[in-house]
């Protein structure tokens, strides 16, 4: 059986469907989108969602007047916890592992680890209680 | 006769302006800044959607770097498209963008841009001008590092560029997952 639940099972998973559903960013900054289950990145103009599924956790450095947020991802070659299966839909892509942004706006930066922390843990949750409803 | 888009940007400028189509080429003007582009120079033109909206970007037959010109907005395709065909007698090709929100797909150089591709659509295009640096950290993990994107986001220094009127988010660090280590060469290598 195929269950998409299934733990050993690739979920698959869309920020977006079409276009017209994508925000428009003027302020070219990072935005989190909880109905999409999304992080928008701003990288060279463009719009780069990535779903919370491919994020693996955050963190927080200051120096001087720059806040730094790296977003780390969850690519083939690494260990992300006992109870996760990492499957891959192709593991011979290549992976964005991880992003690192500056600001000098200590409290958004702040607010943006918070959000993207929460989005990731009501993620998790969800999907353990998918696996259990499954069970 | 000319062609005018309002509210207009241009590459990572945080200040709006005119982009106007004449016969002879295009400008874009803004408070603090004016771009020309003669229309002997224009070699192509891209149309794609951004953060900002829809993007017009031009590539040179000379050595310029290309620019790109964010804000409009989809119905202004048919107009634009029509104008440039018309004055510069170009064609403009529409890129695919991928907004499924994967973070897996493949890079490969197109020009002066290194791309990201994920199923056959753009996910982002880093022109390797602004890559300062660029790493093998292990077998499998390549990084690159950004030129100071503040200086390079906000065109010629002006009163209005101090710190506090940065709004950007700034990227300094990308670093990638490569499944073997040909495939990192390539990418450091033709930087």
């Known amino acids: ?135 | 006769m000319s062609v005018d888009f309002e509210k207009i940007y241009h590459n990572l400028d945080p200040i709006p302006g005119i982009l106007r189509l004449q016969q002879g080429g295009l400008g874009w003007k803004s408070q603090n800044n004016l771009v020309t582009i003669s229309a002997e120079d224009i070699s192509h033109m891209q149309w794609m959607r951004v953060a900002r909206n829809f993007q017009l970007k031009i590539g040179f037959k000379s050595d310029r770097h290309r620019e790109v010109f964010d804000g409009l907005v989809r119905d202004d395709f048919e107009r634009l498209s029509k104008t440039v065909k018309e004055f510069y007698g170009v064609s403009i090709e529409t890129r695919e963008i991928s907004f499924k929100g994967w973070n897996w797909g493949k890079t490969e150089y197109r020009g002066e841009d290194l791309s990201f591709q994920v199923s056959g659509r753009t996910m982002f295009d880093i022109p390797v001008h602004k890559i300062a640096n660029s790493n093998i950290a292990s077998k499998t993990e390549v990084s690159l590092e950004f030129i100071d994107p503040t200086a390079s986001a906000q065109g010629e220094p002006t009163d209005s560029s101090s710190s506090s009127s940065r709004k950007a988010d700034e990227l300094v660090e990308m670093r990638f997952y490569i499944p073997n280590s040909e495939k990192s060469r390539e990418i450091i290598g033709e930087k």
Request: glycine share 4%; charged share 30%.
């Open chain 1, 1 to 135: 059986s195929s269950n998409g639940s299934q733990p050993g099972v690739f979920r698959r998973f869309d920020s977006y469907k079409r276009e017209q559903q994508v925000p428009i960013n003027r302020d070219l900054r990072i935005l989190v989108d909880t109905k999409a289950q999304t992080v928008i990145i701003p990288i060279n103009g463009f719009i780069v969602p990535v779903h919370v599924s491919t994020i693996k956790n955050t963190s927080k450095t200051e120096e001087g007047d720059y806040t730094s947020l790296r977003i780390n991802f969850i690519t083939p070659g690494q260990s992300v916890g006992k109870k996760e299966d990492m499957v891959f839909e192709d593991p011979d892509s290549m992976f964005i592992r991880s992003v690192t942004f500056r600001s000098t706006d200590k409290l958004r930066f702040s607010d943006l680890n918070k959000d993207i922390n929460e989005l990731k843990k009501l993620s998790t949750k969800r999907a353990a209680e998918k696996r259990e409803m499954a069970d």
